[in-house]
T-cell receptor, first 112, second 113 residues
């Protein structure tokens, strides 16, 4: 079955620690994206990558970092510089030529 | 600056009736619009899309209407079913935007028996 996998589903960290969220896709999509969702808000774009070894900042990139070493994988690191890291994080991918994005199941990160 | 707006945070309709969810946008460069459905603690699921060269697109019970002059689109669900109860997000992308999507804040639809 083709799809997007995010792990883990729930993640707990102490303040001051970096944490990396996993995103893998087997859809052979060129483009991948990271969003965060906060209560009462829409999805906000953190980073996106249209091709391997290349990525761009989205609207709220501060405190986050990404890498795109393989087409299938786009991990997101939430650093200690991110002031409000507790959120629901969603990874998506698209064929890259326009059109819909397909989302993974999300990771709920709680930082205390 | 909210470029995609869903002004109704919630909507309640009876089973079998029509649900109409609305979305407004401000960016004239947007030329592709999508609707997603989202259940709690899950990723959004793509429902239907429309290109700016069209004013209507249908897929089963779902129809999206686009009024470019008013910068307004709507999603019609008919007949509404209890399983349609979810949060619906409107999203838009524009030429040269690298397929970036800008999302609205969502409308919680509740379909009551």
């Amino acid at each position: 079955d083709g799809g997007i996998t995010q792990s883990p589903k729930y993640l707990f960290r102490k303040e001051g620690q970096n944490v990396t969220l996993s995103c893998e896709q087997n859809l052979n999509h060129d483009a991948m994206y990271w969003y965060r969702q906060d209560p009462g808000q829409g999805l906000r774009l953190i980073y996106y990558s249209q091709i391997v070894n290349d990525f761009q900042k989205g609207d709220i990139a501060e405190g986050y970092s990404v890498s795109r070493e393989k087409k299938e994988s786009f991990p997101l690191t939430v650093t200690s510089a991110q002031k409000n890291p507790t959120a629901f994080y969603l990874c998506a991918s698209s064929a890259g030529t326009g059109g819909e994005q397909y989302f993974g199941p999300g990771t709920r990160l709680t930082v205390t | 600056d909210q470029q995609v707006k869903q002004n109704s945070p919630s909507l309640s309709v009876q089973e079998g009736r029509i649900s109409i969810l609305n979305c407004d946008y401000t960016n004239s460069m947007f030329d592709y619009f999508l609707w997603y459905k989202k259940y709690p603690a899950e990723g959004p699921t793509f429902l239907i899309s429309i290109s700016s060269i069209k004013d209507k697109n249908e897929d089963g019970r779902f129809t999206v209407f686009l009024n470019k002059s008013a910068k307004h689109l709507s999603l019609h669900i008919v007949p509404s079913q209890p399983g349609d109860s979810a949060v619906y997000f409107c999203a838009a992308s524009g030429t040269g935007g690298g397929n970036k999507l800008t999302f609205g804040t969502g409308t919680q639809l509740k379909v009551e028996l």
